[in-house]
């Protein structure tokens, strides 16, 4: 019976033929299924769609602020006093752009990344897009695949899915021609085949995540952060922009035009525009960076989670070590003829339609040359650690044979355990073939196994997994080795690539969570673990505040990748693990996960020195609203100064400082921390500012008074803006400095070109003032520095 390996390129133009096996559907059949709209149309959402990109980034409640705004100031003021709107403006189409690069990104690796089932069409197997797929279609799975759409199955070799991802069952279910096999599920022993009853809409799992998409922002605590920072702004602008508004308008006696134009130079200010703007495009351009190296970023939080993690579980197979193995020895037990032991090896070798990596090894050593017939089959099955095949041999002969792990098919007193022991403290992989008395189906089928050779494998080391592994540790990123495979062994492994501490046997864990979380912490390499304790162990590091990231590649890590704080799988995992994972390392590369690490980090870093620019400006803006509605005076600024100041001190440099490397690992408390910082900065800013506006407006009489008071305090507040922007580039490098200094060279040459003085209307009128507005900001500046160790002291780690 030919058998189709779902990881296999399928061609359509010549597909494989399946004698003696149920056509499936013909193409006339599927092309009326088409017709009839009986196809699987579940939209693959990647992404957002452009639509909702340029709907998200214009329609904000804070555009909405400024847009009212400066419609306003069209019409009541000069040319200048609006530039603040075309900045926004440009602000929101660099978003859009960004974010349709980053969809584009996304959209291309999701394409790479997707799997194709294999159907059966005019009795052939071929492989197809999942969208492609109609009603009544026959699908072929085995070990690792995903159910994609509802079903009934029609053929089973052993066939056993773990649907615990759909109904919390931690035991997989054995499946029979006539059971049911929901979408969402997934193989992790055995084959077989099943016909599509539900597709679209109708499937299980389509219905789960109707409103679902697969990048989304919601667990993200640095968008929740900044959703409670711009909550709070919102409920502080309310009350103050009201205030000002009647202060300015009604209090003031003075030209319509010019009092609009003060109030609004109020309110502007106090909306943080940029903020959102630039976490938006740090995260964007993070998804491209890490997309031209092959990673696919599932779930845009992923990348910030990456850089929150203090633990990384690693599966060894396919992680530490690459997929495929070599069989370097065949070691004969109890005198058995090694002709022999071979035809054997190579009957179980043919006799499992989908092997495993091990066993694909045995084939290739030990060819089939026997022809037996295989009148039984057992899939291998992480959970037991064997497998197994019963066979006709001819001349009335017939034998049961096992192959798996020594230490689960041998008694603890065997002698050949310290053979095998021997060998895998050398970190060879190594499976005992066995021959069982009793029938495959029995219970205890391994009871009483007669050992009869061990197969020695050798796996291949990731010749990068060194260096990514010093690169965690570097970074104070515990590494957990947590595998299947003889403790011993997979200890060896890790010794080899420099990653040493205890070698613990899964087997002898506890089961509480607490006493699990004492030993997972005291230990660093974990052999014969099963899936359902690898889950655990997740959930036990998780208990104890940990954050964890979890790498596989097989289905037997699924489980472990979908509880895990981030899973990462490789891009020649199953299925199933691709599904659940928020990372897909497209390349195979485990040397790219730092990269990640690097990108994340780079995000949270520069957003939290972002956000307290921003918000300092915020704070300033609203207690100077405060203040001059409490001194009942003119509001000191127009909206020109300060779309000046902001870009100077905020605008520009936060670009810069959103997008530049940052290694700072990333800590949690994220709004605490920002508030922290911008608070008392922005008190500092505001006080010292108004304060010289008082004092201006006593040196300052007669006509053009205003607007040198204005100038006085736009000196002052632009030198503290400037100390802050100076006290959150550090610390230095050189474009760092130069960057501040850029800055204060740009404002010096507003002051300095005539042109540049009326058309942003500051003019520094006299010496002693402007020199008073200097020492005032020298005093804040001072006070700056004081706060902020304080405030650097006390802050949550």
């Known amino acids: 019976m030919t058998h189709i390996d779902a990881g296999a390129e399928l061609d359509p133009v010549h597909p494989v033929p399946l004698p003696g096996r149920a056509r499936g559907l013909t193409a006339a059949e599927v092309s009326e299924r088409v017709a009839r709209g009986e196809v699987n149309d579940v939209p693959v959402r990647s992404s957002r769609s452009v639509v909702e990109i340029v709907r998200a980034n214009v329609f904000t409640r804070f555009n909405a602020i400024i847009g009212v705004l400066w419609v306003v100031m069209l019409f009541v003021a000069p040319f200048q006093d609006s530039l603040f709107g075309y900045v926004i403006l440009a602000n929101t189409g660099i978003g859009i752009v960004q974010e349709w690069r980053a969809k584009q990104t996304l959209d291309s ?13 005019d009795g052939a197997a071929v492989a197809v897009d999942t969208s492609e797929l109609v009603l009544g279609d026959v699908i072929e799975i085995g070990p690792g695949d995903k159910v994609v759409v509802d079903g009934e199955c029609v053929e089973a070799d052993g066939l056993e899915i773990d649907e615990s991802l759909l109904t919390g069952e931690a035991d997989p279910v054995v499946k029979h021609p006539g059971d049911q096999v929901m979408s969402g599920s997934f193989v992790v022993a055995g084959g077989g085949a099943f016909r599509a009853r539900k597709v679209g809409r109708e499937a299980y799992a389509a219905q789960l995540a109707e409103d679902a998409s697969r990048f989304t922002l919601v667990h993200s605590e640095l968008r929740t952060g900044i959703s409670t ?58 998804v491209i960076r890490l997309g031209r190296k092959q990673c696919l970023v599932q779930e845009l939080p992923a990348i910030e989670g990456l850089a929150r993690i203090d633990t990384v579980c690693l599966d060894k197979t396919g992680t530490l070590t690459e997929g495929g193995m070599d069989v370097t020895e065949l070691r004969t037990l109890g005198g ?11 009957a179980l070798g043919a006799a499992d339609p989908r092997p495993n990596a091990s066993l694909r090894a045995v084939a290739a050593a030990c060819p089939d040359e026997a022809g037996w017939r295989c009148e039984e089959s057992l899939p291998f099955s992480s959970a037991r650690k064997y497998g197994g095949a019963s066979f006709d041999e001819g001349d009335g002969r017939s034998g049961t044979w096992l192959l798996g792990a020594p230490d689960v098919l041998l008694a603890d007193d065997d002698p050949a355990l310290a053979e095998t022991e021997r060998l895998n403290e050398e970190g060879l992989r190594v499976l005992l073939l066995a021959r069982a008395s009793g029938r495959l189906d029995a219970a205890e089928v391994a009871r009483g196994a007669a050992p009869t050779a061990l197969v020695v494998l050798e796996q291949r080391l990731r010749p990068d997994a060194a260096e990514t592994l010093r690169y965690f540790a570097e970074q104070d990123v515990r590494a957990k080795v947590i595998s299947g495979d003889n403790a011993v062994s997979v200890g060896a492994v890790a010794g080899k690539l420099g990653l040493t501490g205890e070698v613990v046997d899964a087997r002898q864990l506890p089961a509480g969570q607490t006493e699990l979380a004492s030993a997972l912490d005291a230990g660093t390499v974990f052999g014969r673990v099963t899936p359902r304790q690898k889950r655990e162990m997740v959930g036990a590091l998780q208990s104890r505040g940990h954050t964890v990231a979890m790498t596989g590649d097989g289905v037997n890590d699924v489980l472990a990748l979908k509880d895990a704080d981030i899973g990462v799988s490789m891009g020649s995992g199953s299925e199933a693990t691709r599904a659940v994972a928020q990372i897909v390392l497209l390349n195979n590369s485990f040397a790219t996960l730092p990269s990640v690490v690097a990108e994340g980090r780079r995000v949270i870093g520069n957003i939290t020195r972002v956000a307290t620019l921003f918000l300092v400006k915020t704070v300033y803006s609203v207690l100077l609203a405060v203040l001059v509605v409490c001194w009942g005076v003119e509001y000191p600024f127009l909206p020109r100064h300060l779309t000046l100041l902001s870009t100077l001190t905020i605008g520009v440099p936060a670009f810069f400082l959103a997008l530049a490397p940052n290694a700072e690992r990333a800590r949690p408390h994220f709004v605490r921390r920002v508030m922290r910082y911008s608070v008392p900065g922005g008190v500092v800013a505001g006080v010292a500012t108004f304060v010289t506006y008082l004092i201006a407006r006593h040196r300052y009489t007669g006509a053009g008074s205003l607007g040198a008071e204005t100038s006085a305090a736009t000196l002052t507040l632009f030198l503290i803006s400037l100390w802050i ?21 740009a404002f010096m040459v507003v002051l300095i070109v005539p042109s540049l003085q009326h058309f942003f209307a500051l003019k520094l009128v006299g010496v002693t003032m402007p020199w008073i507005a200097v020492g005032i900001s020298v005093v804040a500046s001072a006070a700056l520095e004081v706060l902020w160790r304080l405030a650097g002291r006390r802050a949550p780690e």
């Open 725 to 745: 922007l100076a006290i959150i580039a550090r610390p230095y490098t050189w474009w760092r400095v130069a960057l501040v200094v850029s800055m204060g060279a």
């Open 229 to 286: 920072i711009l909550k709070y702004v919102t409920w502080m602008m309310i009350p103050t922009a009201i205030g000002l508004v009647i202060s300015q308008l009604v209090v003031k006696q003075h030209g319509f035009k010019d009092s609009v134009a003060r109030t609004v130079g109020g309110i502007v200010p106090m909306v943080p525009e940029g903020l959102v703007l630039l976490t938006s495009v740090a995260f964007a351009i993070g």
């Open 336 to 346: 058995a003829y090694e002709p022999y032991v071979r035809r054997v090896l190579g």
């Open 109 to 121: 690796l999701a394409v790479i990344g997707e799997s194709r089932p294999t159907v059966r069409r």
